[in-house]
C-alpha cells in the first residue's frame, strides 16, 4: 500500500486548505478500515488530527480540530481527504496520512500511531499570522 498525500501549501491565518491523501494497492484491493491524518512540527511527537472510516464515513476528531477540520472520504477513488477551515499558526506542520491492513475492526476510528500500518511521506502546511 502506498499513500501519497497533496494539497499543503502555505495559507494565511484564518484560511483553509484541503488535503488529500491517495492510497494505491498493487493486486488486490484496498482491504483498511479507515484512513487518518496525522501532523508533526519539529521538536514534538506526531499527534492525531482526524480520521474517517471507509465503509460507514465515520469520524474521529482530536480537540484541537473539532468545529473546524472535516475528514471525508472517496472509497471508490480510494482517497481520503482534510478540510482544515480557520487554520491559525499552531496548525503549521507536517501532515501525514495512514492506513491500517484491515485486520480490526474499531467502533470508531481509532488515534494511536500504532494502530497504523502504512504512512505517507507528508505534506508541509504553513500557516502565516
Known amino acids: 500500500v502506498q499513500l501519497v498525500e497533496s494539497g499543503g501549501g502555505l495559507v494565511q491565518a484564518g484560511g483553509s486548505l484541503r488535503l488529500s491523501c491517495a492510497a494505491t494497492?498493487?493486486?488486490?484491493?484496498?482491504?483498511?478500515?479507515?484512513m487518518a491524518w496525522f501532523r508533526q512540527t519539529p521538536g514534538k511527537e506526531r499527534e492525531f488530527v482526524a480520521a474517517?472510516?471507509?465503509?460507514?464515513?465515520?469520524?474521529n476528531y482530536a480537540d484541537s480540530a473539532k468545529g473546524r477540520f472535516a475528514a471525508s472520504r472517496d472509497s471508490a477513488k480510494n482517497t481520503a481527504y482534510l478540510q482544515m477551515n480557520n487554520l491559525q499558526s499552531e496548525d503549521t506542520a507536517v501532515y501525514y496520512c495512514?492506513?491500517?491492513?484491515?485486520?480490526?475492526?474499531?467502533?470508531?476510528?481509532?488515534?494511536?500511531?500504532?494502530?497504523?500500518?502504512?504512512w505517507g511521506r507528508g505534506t508541509q502546511v504553513t500557516v502565516s499570522s
Open positions: 494497492v498493487s493486486g488486490r484491493p484496498l482491504a483498511s478500515y479507515g
Open positions: 495512514a492506513t491500517d491492513r484491515g485486520q480490526s475492526y474499531y467502533v470508531r476510528p481509532p488515534t494511536r500511531q500504532t494502530d497504523y500500518d502504512y
Open positions: 474517517v472510516s471507509w465503509r460507514a464515513g465515520t469520524t
